[in-house]
């Protein structure tokens, strides 16, 4: 019997240095910067779980890796590194919000609006210039409810970020 395994079948082996780098990352980008830009009238009203985001990163190199595997590939480009941050963090909601906090929509959709701003980092600082407000909510309702694969996420992340480096709004 040959235990030699094909390219295909090989072990996907991920990086703990990588998988901190990115979970050190993220928690800087959360800390720093997404829950010091929110609203004043937000502030206060959620903890970061860490146990949860080092679930999501776990998830997203998983998923790169397997990706890779597939591919055939040595690395995931900036748009699939951004559609599997969004995707991930969107599932595992690592953004829990505080009890006694008042609900409404921007802090039931917190985790979806946080996966934009972490996977956004990941492209053309353009993107976000032609981002208008009624895109970003489509995008806010489609990480909430909706079945994405990272494939399909990185295909329309791809051509956003396309389409405004050619000045086109969306």
Known sequence: MNNKMTDNEMKIEVNAVDIQKRFDTLV???EEQFLLGLDERYQG???LSKELL???VNAYFDDIYKY???AGSKFADRHKQAAYTMLWISRFHPIQILPDSKVDTTVLTINEAFA???GFMFLDPIVLSKLQKPFYKHLIYTLTYRNLTGKGLATLIYLMETGAQK???F
């Open 68 to 70: 890779k595997v597939y």
């Open 28 to 30: 800087k980008l959360y």
């Open 45 to 47: 009203r959620f903890y």
């Open 54 to 56: 080092h679930c999501a």
């Open 167 to 169: 000045g086109i709004q």
């Open 116 to 118: 934009l701003y972490a």
